[in-house]
């Protein structure tokens, strides 16, 4: 019964999620699990999960390391703490050269994405959207939890990024929840990317629809982590505002 498991899984194309993280202890059991257990509902696709953890000082990376030893589509690439742009860089990288997948998902490592709508996403992939994105502003999303200036500095930064980075028909750039194929990204500079923090996501939107992306957005609630700190930091948000005005 297991070789023949193993040989459909074989047979499967192949999807790469990268998950960042900085100190989720917490949290990153959880969601692994989570994110496997959606397998069950993938007919297409194996996923693999590759956690980016940046050295984490609260043990994250020990949590990770005994998981694999359940998981055999489990990975963990490490490194300094640089920025959560730098981080996918490096997971983006792994993951095209190690697997060759079919498609790449991004998602937060804090709780605050849905991993029950991965299948709709990969159906989605399949169906002939090369970028789909988990939405917080398309009829049916939404960001209960956001502060004022939080909600202020999402929704003018997506204004800008849409009208200066040509990306007119997304409604939610810097959303941190994507399916995406993975043939986009030898088109793509990410290395060209002026940033290493959290503006690499909406920068990523632009080069991704510059070099022929079709996009479809799904609606997601958005509600605060349950669990651990926020990483969103002030030098994060000014950052994202200097970043849009180098887009072109």
Not at 74 to 85: M, Y
Not at 93 to 102: G, H, I
Not at 146 to 159: A, C, D, E, H, P
Request: aromatic share 8%; hydrophobic share 35%.
């Amino acid at each position: 019964m297991k070789q023949h498991s193993s040989q459909k899984n074989e047979s499967l194309l192949k999807a790469c999620l990268v998950l960042p993280t900085y100190n989720e202890a917490e949290n990153i059991e959880s969601i692994t699990k989570a994110i496997f257990a959606m397998q069950s509902n993938i007919d297409t696709h194996q996923l693999y999960v590759i956690v980016v953890d940046d050295n984490s000082p609260d043990g994250t990376q020990e949590i990770v390391k005994k998981q694999m030893q359940k998981h055999p589509y489990l990975r963990l690439v490490t490194g300094n703490k640089v920025g959560l742009g730098d981080a996918y860089k490096r997971g983006i990288s792994f993951a095209m050269s190690t697997f060759n997948p079919d498609l790449l998902l991004q998602m937060d490592a804090d709780g605050q994405h849905d991993p029950t709508l991965i299948p709709k996403f990969i159906n989605l992939a399949n169906d002939g959207f090369s970028l789909v994105i988990g939405s917080r502003y398309v009829p049916g999303g939404s960001t209960p939890d956001f502060s004022y200036w939080r909600k202020f500095l999402s929704i003018v930064g997506n204004f800008l990024i849409r009208h200066l980075g040509k990306a007119s028909n997304v409604q939610d750039c810097t959303s941190g929840f994507r399916c995406i194929k993975a043939n986009l990204f030898p088109k793509c500079n990410l290395d060209g990317l002026s940033t290493r923090g959290y503006s690499f996501q909406s920068l990523l939107v632009c080069e991704l629809i510059r070099n022929g992306a079709k996009p479809i957005e799904v609606p997601i609630i958005f509600k605060d982590r349950v669990k651990g700190k926020s990483k969103l930091t002030l030098r994060d948000q000014i950052e994202f505002l200097v970043s849009i005005t180098k887009i072109t």
